[in-house]
């Protein structure tokens, strides 16, 4: 599922009013966004937006920032939440490594779905769930902190387990196979394909107080 550059990505990003364009300017008072004090929560590397928008909808009360460092990925994922004006949602380009010179404890969630699995031994510590990147969303959480992680990556969830587990996390909640599930869940675009081809789908909840 691999998308082409988007025809005219920068200007699409350039003309979008839920593109927070100059995100290190609000550190520490995202919610000014918003207008409001609800809990803000974060999916990294949010696709072409599915999952965010349907959570958005569902969810009126929370606001979500979607992260997405590829700009035709992010650009793709603006038209497709664009025609929803949904009040409750910001999206913005970068690295989440960079994520803790945005944020400064604002987060109650993060969700990281179908990351990148970097399968090869040299390259895990670009894994989402590796100890470099869960370094970062220490500065990043409120109080409690939660990631919520959806894959279909076997080998990437059991490193995620390990490396969440090592790091202090407690798995409250978990699965394999999401789908024959009665837990509420909206799908990615990666995700509704899997489910068209019965792939079990990994899930786990981890907190950390």
């Known amino acids: 599922m691999r998308l082409r550059n988007v025809k005219n990505a920068k200007e699409i990003l350039d003309n979008c009013d839920f593109l927070i364009k100059n995100p290190q300017d609000y550190k520490g008072k995202f919610q000014s966004l918003f207008g409001n004090d609800n809990p803000i929560c974060l999916e990294i590397g949010m696709g072409k937006g599915a999952f965010l928008k349907q959570m958005a909808q569902h969810n009126p009360h929370i606001n979500y920032i979607g992260v997405e460092k590829m700009t035709s990925i992010l650009a793709r994922a603006i038209q497709n939440l664009s025609p929803a004006a949904l009040p409750n949602v910001k999206v913005i380009r970068a690295d989440a490594l960079d994520l803790n010179t945005f944020f400064h404890k604002e987060i109650t969630t993060i969700y990281l779905n179908f990351s990148d699995p970097w399968p090869k031994a040299r390259h895990a510590k670009r894994r989402l ?15 409690t902190k939660t990631i919520i992680q959806k894959t279909d990556n076997v080998s990437l969830f059991e490193s995620s387990i390990i490396s969440l587990s090592s790091y202090g996390y407690k798995i409250e909640d978990i699965s394999l196979d999401l789908h ?6 909206y799908m990615t675009e990666y995700e509704e394909k899997f489910a068209s081809q019965n792939i079990k789908i990994n899930y786990l909840k981890a907190s950390k107080r």
């Open 129 to 143: 769930t590796s100890l470099e990147f869960l370094k970062v969303y220490d500065d990043l959480f409120k109080d």
């Open 180 to 185: 024959n599930t009665t837990k509420e869940n």
